[in-house]
């Protein structure tokens, strides 16, 4: 089914892919990974949460923090502004506010120095609409406030722990940079709960309602406040 996804979504006759929770385990036993949605290459796409109001790409996933902190470059930086930019653009956002965290306490170090910093500024001379690095203690709040319309994180946990705690429920996940709209949810299997009736719906539910408005170029759907 993901290759049949992908074949309809690249061929044009879907406009967006929306992926329900799957299980890791299940696909590598399967044989069967998620390159066609994703490329093979990490660097070409960004994990995005949306949550509301709070909407957060990471520039890096699954990588150490110690790592991070020795790769990040201004080249990254800017990168991800544009891909960030060109993506908003792409979905209706004519005019996209894009605030950048910082990665160490009060957004000072030299991580913000040299490559955070530089980065934000190319962006800056190119014409973005963009600023950073903010104090990461903040610049979610930014984010919630409608003061950005994308806060770009630097590792996972950053942004991860952002939006897990201003609205779980509700939220879902996009992958921007993969080869069309894909959409799926923020949470797994729970084959735990199979067949009690309690799984929670209001994900899946976001996924659908943001892939429709986004493939429509209408931006961000606006879905029920998760603090409700």
Request: hydrophobic share 45%; with cysteine; glycine share 10%.
């Amino acid at each position: 089914w993901l290759k049949q996804a992908a074949d309809l979504s690249s061929n044009g006759r879907a406009d967006a892919t929306v992926m329900a929770p799957v299980s890791s385990e299940s696909l590598a036993l399967a044989k069967q990974d998620l390159s066609d949605v994703f490329g093979r290459d990490p660097a070409d796409r960004y994990l995005t949460l949306l949550s509301g109001p709070l909407r957060i790409v990471h520039i890096f996933d699954h990588v150490l923090l110690h790592d991070v902190c020795r790769q990040i470059s201004a080249t990254m930086v800017t990168q991800a502004i544009k891909k960030t930019h060109s993506s908003l653009v792409d979905w209706g956002i004519d005019a996209p506010r894009i605030g950048v965290a910082g990665l160490n306490p009060h957004a000072h170090g030299p991580q913000e120095e040299d490559a955070i910093g530089p980065g934000v500024v190319k962006a800056q001379d190119d014409g973005l609409d963009v600023h950073g690095p903010i104090p990461p203690d903040t610049v979610f709040r930014h984010g919630i406030d409608g003061r950005y319309d994308v806060i770009i994180a630097m590792f996972h946990d950053q942004g991860h722990i952002a939006i897990k705690t201003w609205g779980f429920v509700g939220n879902c996940a996009l992958f921007m940079g993969a080869p069309y709209l894909f959409l799926s949810v923020g949470h797994g299997t729970a084959f735990d709960i199979v067949g009690q009736g309690i799984a929670e719906h209001r994900m899946m539910r976001s996924a659908m309602l943001q892939a429709a408005s986004l493939a429509a170029g209408r931006g961000f759907a606006v879905p029920d406040n998760p603090q409700t």
